[in-house]
C-alpha cells in the first residue's frame, strides 16, 4: 500500500536528486575532477618515497582516503547546500507548508545526500580503476563505510543547514569544521606516522574511523580494527540523526 | 460542517512584540472573506499560523476541523497557500515545481492533469517548461496562485495577492479567484486596498495592531465608512460654508471630506459663489489608512 505520506516523501527525495543531478557537472563531475588532481600530484610527488603499507604502492594507498574524502564532502554539500539555499531564498515554505513530517523531511534529505556521495565516489573509483589496479578485499565492508559514512554527513549537513543563515555562515562550516577533519583524518598518510599526540587527536575524529575502515575493505590492512571503526560510525551516526532529528521536530530556525 | 477556518483566542509574541492578541475568528466554508489591515497588522502573521510556518503563542487554530498542530496533515491537506513573497526555486521549471508540489501533498501522476488546467486557467501555458527564474514578477505571482492550488484545497489564502501587480493583471486575478470561489473553495484574502476587499468579499475582518477591530459583512462595513476626499487646487481661501468639510491643508490645496457624492454639488456651488476659479480637482477613494484613523478615532 502507498499512502499520500510515503508519496510526499518519495517526491522530496526525488526533488532533493533531481536539484543536485540537474548541475551534475558542479556537484559529480567538478569533486571528481579534484580528487583525480589530488591523485596525480600527490602520487607523482611522493609516489616513489612513501610505502605506508608494505607491498601497497602509495598511490593505490591514497586512492580509498580519495573516495571516501570526496564522498563524504559531497554528502555533507548535498543536504547543508540545499538547506541553505531554500532557507534564504525562501522556497523552504514550499515544504513546510505541506503535511511532510519532520521524520519524512530527515529520511528524504539524508537520501538524497547518500547517492550523492556515494555516487561521486564511484566515479572516482572507476576513473581511478583505469589507471590503476586496486584490490577490492571486503566489498561489504566497502560499501557499508560508504553509506554510513554519507549518511552521517547527510545528517551532519541537515545540522549546518538548519543552523546556518547565511551562504557565509555556511561557508565558515565548511573551512573551520569540515575541511580540517577530512584533512586530519588520514586521507594522505597512516596515522601511524605522526607523533603520539597527533595519533590521539586523530582518534577524535569519526573521519578517521571512515577512512581507516574503508580502506581496510579495500587492503584488508588498517589502522585499527574494521569492527571498532564500524562500531564507531554506527554510533556517530545514530547520534547525529537524533540530533538532526530533535532539531526537525523543534522546528529549529524553520518554525517560528 | 465545520468552520473553514476557526481561530479561538490566538496570540502571538515575538519577543516583546505582541503580533496577534486573542484572535476570535470564524470563517465559513464557501466565504470569499477579507482580512483588512495596515502594514503590521499581523495578517500575514494570522495566515502563517494557519499554515504551520508560525506557531501560535497561545490558543488553537482550526482549518476546516483539523487543529493545524494536533492534526498538521489533514489541516495542511485541507489548506491551499499563497504567500506574500515572491519565493521561488530556480533550479525547476514551472510544470516541475507544480508537480513536486502536488506530490508532497500525496497527490500522484493522475494529478497531472489538473496541473495543466491550473497552467492553463491562469495564462501561463506557454510558460510551463520555462525555469522559474526567467518569469517576469507577474508570472511568479501566477505562479505562486497555482501552487496553492495543485492539491485542490477545500480552503485557499492568498496574502496580498494583488501587492505590486498591474491593473490588468489584477483585474485577471481577481476574475480567475471569483471563479474559484463560484467552484466551492474559500477564499480569505489579506489586502490594505480597501477597493479589492470591497470588491470581492462578502465580509471583512479589519485588524489593527494585532487585534479584529471590526468584524462585518462588506456592505455593512462600507455604510458606516462611506465618503470619498475631494482634492481642490485654486487660488485663494476656502469659502467660509466648506469649512466644516475641510479635511487638511496640503501644498495642492485643501483636501475635503464629502460624506457622500452629492455633496459634490454643495462644494461646486459654493465655489462657484465665491467666484473661485478652479485649476484642478481630483475625486480620491478613501484609502484603508483614512478610514482606520476614522475607524480607530471613532471606536476610541
Ligand atoms: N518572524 C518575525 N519576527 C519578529 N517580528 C515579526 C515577525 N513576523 C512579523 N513580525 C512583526 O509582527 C507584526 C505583524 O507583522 P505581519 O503579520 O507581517 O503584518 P502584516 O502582514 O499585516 O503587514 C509586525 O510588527 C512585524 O514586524
Ligand atoms: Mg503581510
Redesign the interface.
Given at each position: 500500500m502507498i499512502?499520500?505520506?510515503m508519496?510526499?516523501a518519495?517526491?522530496?527525495f526525488?526533488?532533493e536528486l533531481?536539484?543536485f543531478w540537474?548541475?551534475s557537472f558542479q556537484t559529480v563531475a567538478a569533486p571528481v575532477i579534484t580528487a583525480l588532481l589530488y591523485l596525480l600530484i600527490f602520487s607523482h610527488v611522493l609516489g616513489s618515497h612513501v610505502e605506508i603499507y608494505p607491498g601497497v604502492d602509495y598511490t593505490v594507498f591514497l586512492i580509498p582516503g580519495l573516495i571516501m574524502m570526496s564522498l563524504l564532502q559531497n554528502a555533507f554539500a548535498n543536504s547543508s547546500s540545499s538547506l541553505i539555499q531554500?532557507k534564504v531564498?525562501?522556497?523552504i515554505?514550499?515544504?513546510?507548508?505541506?503535511?511532510?513530517?519532520y521524520l519524512e523531511f530527515f529520511l528524504a534529505f539524508l537520501a538524497a545526500s547518500i547517492i550523492r556521495g556515494v555516487c561521486v565516489g564511484f566515479c572516482i573509483y572507476l576513473v581511478s580503476t583505469l589507471f590503476i589496479d586496486l584490490p577490492l578485499e571486503h566489498p561489504w565492508i566497502i560499501l557499508a563505510f560508504a553509506f554510513l559514512g554519507s549518511a552521517m554527513l547527510g545528517a551532519f549537513g541537515i545540522i549546518a543547514g538548519l543552523w546556518a543563515e547565511k551562504f557565509d555562515q555556511m561557508a565558515a562550516f565548511q573551512n573551520f569544521v569540515i575541511m580540517p577533519l577530512s584533512f586530519l583524518s588520514g586521507v594522505f598518510y597512516s596515522i601511524h606516522s605522526l607523533p603520539p599526540f597527533w595519533q590521539k587527536v586523530s582518534h577524535l575524529n569519526p573521519f578517521f574511523y571512515m577512512i581507516d575502515g574503508f580502506r581496510f575493505g579495500f587492503f584488508g590492512v588498517g589502522d585499527i580494527s574494521p569492527w571498532l571503526s564500524l562500531s564507531i560510525v554506527v554510533f556517530s551516526l545514530l547520534v547525529l540523526s537524533i540530533i538532526t532529528i530533535l532539531m526537525l521536530r523543534a522546528?529549529y530556525k524553520l518554525?517560528? | 460542517m465545520p468552520a473553514a477556518v476557526q481561530f479561538h483566542d490566538v496570540s502571538k509574541h515575538f519577543g516583546a512584540l505582541q503580533a496577534l492578541d486573542g484572535v476570535d475568528l470564524s470563517i465559513e466554508q464557501g466565504e470569499f472573506f477579507a482580512l483588512l489591515g495596515p502594514n503590521g497588522a499581523g495578517k500575514s502573521t494570522m495566515i502563517n499560523i494557519l499554515s504551520g510556518l508560525l506557531r501560535p503563542s497561545q490558543g488553537s487554530v482550526e482549518v476546516m476541523g483539523f487543529d493545524v498542530i494536533k492534526q498538521y496533515r489533514e489541516a495542511r491537506r485541507s489548506l491551499g497557500v499563497v504567500p506574500q513573497e515572491l519565493v521561488f526555486d530556480p533550479f525547476f521549471s514551472l510544470r516541475e515545481m507544480l508537480r513536486f508540489q502536488a506530490g508532497y501533498f500525496g497527490k500522484r501522476k493522475d494529478n497531472d492533469v489538473w496541473i495543466d488546467e491550473v497552467i492553463e486557467g491562469l495564462g501561463l501555458s506557454d510558460k510551463a517548461g520555462t525555469n522559474m527564474r526567467k518569469l517576469s514578477g507577474g508570472m511568479k505571482r501566477r505562479a505562486l496562485i497555482a501552487q496553492a492550488l495543485v492539491h485542490k484545497p477545500p480552503v485557499i489564502v492568498l496574502d496580498e495577492p494583488t501587492a505590486g501587480v498591474d491593473v490588468e493583471l489584477r483585474h485577471m486575478l481577481w476574475e480567475f479567484i471569483r471563479r474559484l470561489n463560484a467552484d466551492g473553495h474559500t477564499i480569505i484574502l489579506t489586502t490594505h486596498y480597501l477597493e479589492e476587499a470591497e470588491e470581492l468579499c462578502s465580509r471583512v475582518a479589519l485588524l489593527k495592531q494585532g487585534k479584529i477591530i471590526k468584524l462585518d459583512t462588506t456592505a455593512n462595513l462600507l455604510r458606516t465608512m462611506h465618503g470619498k476626499l475631494l482634492q481642490l487646487k485654486f487660488s485663494g481661501e476656502l469659502p467660509a460654508a466648506l469649512i466644516p468639510m475641510l479635511k487638511e491643508k496640503n501644498p495642492e490645496g485643501y483636501l475635503l471630506k464629502l460624506d457622500e457624492v452629492s455633496a459634490l454639488e454643495h462644494v461646486l456651488v459654493n465655489l462657484r459663489q465665491a467666484d473661485i476659479a478652479l485649476e484642478d480637482l481630483r475625486l480620491i477613494e478613501p484609502d484603508l489608512e483614512d478610514v482606520f484613523v476614522e475607524m480607530v478615532g471613532k471606536s476610541s
Open positions: 499512502t499520500p505520506s508519496v510526499g518519495w517526491t522530496l526525488k526533488k533531481l536539484r540537474k548541475v531554500s531564498m525562501g522556497n515554505i514550499f515544504i513546510l507548508i505541506t503535511p511532510i513530517s522546528g518554525r517560528g | -
